[in-house]
Every structure is written in C-alpha cells, then in structure tokens.
C-alpha cells in the first residue's frame, strides 16, 4: 500500500529564516507530486506541482521553491520566511492517470512569528 | 468568479439524520469531481470521487453529479457525531493537474 510522509509535523520560525519542508511517498513510482497551503479558515492553493524528476510547475508566485530531487521525494523551500507564510502545509501525490484521485500526507503546521 | 463554491455552514443535522452537501463549480470542461473529509487539525482525506452524471454509492456516502447544471453534491445517511467535520469538494479538468477546492462546510452531527 502507498503511504505519504511529511516532516515535520510542526514548526515555529522566525520571519526572515530559511524553510525546508520534506514529504515522500512509499509504495508507488513517478507519483505525481503536489505542495497545498491551507491557510486558516481559508481553502487549499496550490502552490506547486511536479510531473517527474526536477520538473516543477509554480502556480503561485511567492517566496517559495520546490524541488523533486527522486522519484518519490518533494521538498517546499524558502531563503527568507515572511509572517504572510503560516499555515497548514500538505503534500499530495496521485498515480498520474486519468481518475486523478489525490491523496494527502498528514501536513506540517508552520507558524511564522 | 469562483471555480468551486460552497456553502461554508455550519450546517447541523441531527445523528441518524441525512446530511445533503452541495458544491457548484463554474468551469465546464471539469471532468473529476471529488469529497474529502477534513476533521479539524487534520488532513483532507479523500471519501468519495464521481465522474459521470448521476449517482454513486459507497456505504453511507452517496456522491450525485449533474454536469448540465454544474453540481455535485454529497449525501451522508445515517449520520453519526465521528461524521463531524469540515468537508470539501474539488474539481479537476482532465487537461491539467489542477484541482480546485472549495472553502469546504464544516458539518455538525449532533447526538
């Protein structure tokens, strides 16, 4: 069975520093691969996602990079954290077929003070 | 515009009631539709997907979808107070890896 894993689960960072968030995906190959914002009380945006290996589709312009570095593993970057950037992040993947089914890892609460 | 809209609740039903969510979108090419749960703190999990018109079971769930009129709606019998939570519809078009979400209704099953 496929599991998705993010980390870590919480964080707390000051504005101004950098952001590394990880999510990988076990059980399936070249997944699609999404990064969400949640923001409080507000829906999903899509922030990125990646097709395959290195390629990265942005869908909202910002402060964040993402990159897929292997098949089954996508990071969410930032060299420099504004507070506009708290929020739920999720990592998606699906199977890259037509039915396009999503399915979300447990996210990463971040908090920027 | 918005592409997917819903009605943000609280909507509260009794327990062993029916819960009706409905979800309009506006793009027409969409072509997958989907119902995820969200309790709170959590992350959305995916409970029910739809792709052609009319009706779909699973369980206690039953997604209905009507392209002509750009609705999909979800039906909860029965439901139960661990049915508590924020549920939200998306829409993806077949030509992209885009999903729209709508700002999802928070549900409250009372005992």
């Known amino acids: 069975s496929q599991t998705i894993h993010q980390w870590p689960a919480t964080l707390v960072q000051p504005v101004g520093s950098p952001l590394s968030l990880e999510c990988t995906v076990e059980g399936t190959s070249n997944p699609n691969l999404y990064w969400y914002r949640q923001a409080a009380g507000r829906g999903l945006q899509l922030l990125f996602y990646?097709?395959?290996?290195?390629?990265i589709s942005s869908e909202v312009p910002q402060n964040l990079s993402a990159s897929r570095p292997q098949d089954r593993q996508f990071i969410l970057s930032s060299k420099k954290l504004l507070l506009s950037d708290s929020g739920f992040y999720l990592c998606?993947?699906?199977?890259?077929?037509?039915?396009?089914?999503?399915?979300f890892g447990p996210g990463t609460r971040l908090t920027v003070l | 515009q918005k592409e997917v809209e819903q009605n943000s609740g609280p909507l509260s039903v009794p327990e062993g009631a029916i819960a009706s969510l409905n979800c309009t979108y506006s793009d027409r090419v969409s072509q997958s539709f989907f119902w995820y749960r969200q309790y709170s703190g959590k992350s959305p999990e995916l409970i029910m997907s739809i792709y052609s018109n009319g009706d779909k079971e699973d369980g206690r769930f039953t997604a209905q979808l009507n392209k002509a009129s750009q609705y999909v709606s979800l039906l909860i019998r029965d439901s139960q107070p661990s049915d508590s939570a924020t549920y939200l519809c998306?829409?993806?078009?077949?030509?992209?890896?885009?999903?729209?979400f709508g700002t999802g209704t928070s549900l409250t099953v009372i005992p």
């Open positions: 998306a829409v993806n078009h077949y030509t992209g890896n885009q999903f729209y």
């Open positions: 990646s097709v395959g290996i290195g390629q």
């Open positions: 998606a993947w699906d199977y890259g077929d037509s039915y396009n089914e999503q399915f």
